[in-house]
């Protein structure tokens, strides 16, 4: 399996406590530990996946906070997005309620919810989604995602897809917590048959959306 030998408990304590004091002093007292036991391991696990679902964007622990009122300096978990851009693709992420796993898409545009509405109304390739959907949650994922509250403008209400018409954005993530294997390189094959169950989401997106359109 490569250089990935799972997650080490720790960095599920650090981020209860990062959750608890989120501060500069916090963060410099425990930096080269999350480096060794929260980031490397990531980034193992990331270039173990790669071959198979694409290259991999290991996000920053920093948190924007210029338009924020909440100044807190760091992210309370470390997340990546695996995938052809950053729009569409696989995600996992470790924080202090252990490992989460997910993909779909999220969109940068009024344009790609568009050609996602148009593409979940249409008569083909919109119960293809339905299905998808079904499948992933029998599997226990959760949909997630902005969404409208009433119909979208320019679709009947008695839509037979009107929940899926009403998002802007689809993704599917499973929380799993800590089971005993996140320390184990066995982390590696939960990972990867996740991600291989969000794949035909992942699919179906870049069939029908556009993700370079931006306007």
Known sequence: MGDFRGFPAWGVSFYGGLERDNTKEYWAAHKAQWEAEVREPMRALLDELEPEFGEARLFRPYRDVRFSADKSPYKTHQG?????????????????????????????????????????????SGPELESIVAGLATA????????????????????????????????????????????????????????????????????????????
Request: aromatic content about 8%; proline content about 7%; cysteine-free.
């Open 80 to 124: 990546a997005l695996a995938g052809p851009n950053a729009g569409v693709g696989y995600y996992v992420q470790v924080s202090s309620e252990g490992l989460t796993v997910g993909g779909g898409f999220r969109t940068h545009s009024p344009a790609q919810t568009e050609q996602f509405r148009d593409a979940v109304a249409d008569e083909a």
């Open 140 to 215: 226990g994922f959760t949909l997630e995602g902005a969404s409208l509250k009433t119909r979208p403008r320019g679709y009947p209400a008695q839509h037979p897809r009107m929940e899926l018409l009403r998002r802007k954005e689809l993704m599917a993530i499973r929380h799993i917590g800590t089971p005993g294997w996140l320390e184990t390189p066995a982390a590696l094959g939960h990972v990867r048959a996740s991600w291989r169950q969000i794949r035909p989401l992942v699919d179906w997106v870049q069939a029908h959306v556009d993700m370079t359109v931006e306007r």
